[in-house]
């Protein structure tokens, strides 16, 4: 998984990429820790260049919501494959994230 900091739907947001695996685990927190969730608590992210999900990082998406939840935001989620808006919505996270 890479990411980087850049303007997603005309926000700040985050653009995810490649394989995104349990190996990602430090990298996936590095990320959180950049990011200022009080002052954006609604995280616009970029999926379209994901190509592969498992479950780990499923479970950091979750992570993700919980630290959004608790600022008073939500993940906005674009781009994303069909194969893993399936993925997401199969670990219920639809109920976190806006899927555009």
């Known amino acids: 998984m890479e990411y980087a900091f850049t303007t997603v739907g005309g926000c700040d947001g985050?653009?995810?990429?490649?394989?995104?695996?349990?190996?990602?685990?430090?990298?996936f927190?590095?990320?959180l820790r950049d990011w200022d969730f009080a002052a954006r608590p609604v995280v616009p992210i970029d999926l379209r260049f994901v190509t592969f999900i498992d479950s780990a990082a499923i479970g950091m998406m979750f992570i993700l919501a919980n630290r959004c939840r608790e600022a008073g935001g939500h993940i906005v989620a674009s781009g994303a494959a069909p194969h893993i808006i399936?993925?997401?919505r199969r670990a219920t996270l639809d109920r976190y994230i806006e899927f555009r």
């Open 29 to 31: 927190h590095d990320m």
């Open 14 to 27: 985050i653009l995810l990429s490649g394989r995104c695996t349990y190996e990602d685990g430090t990298r």
């Open 86 to 88: 399936r993925a997401l």
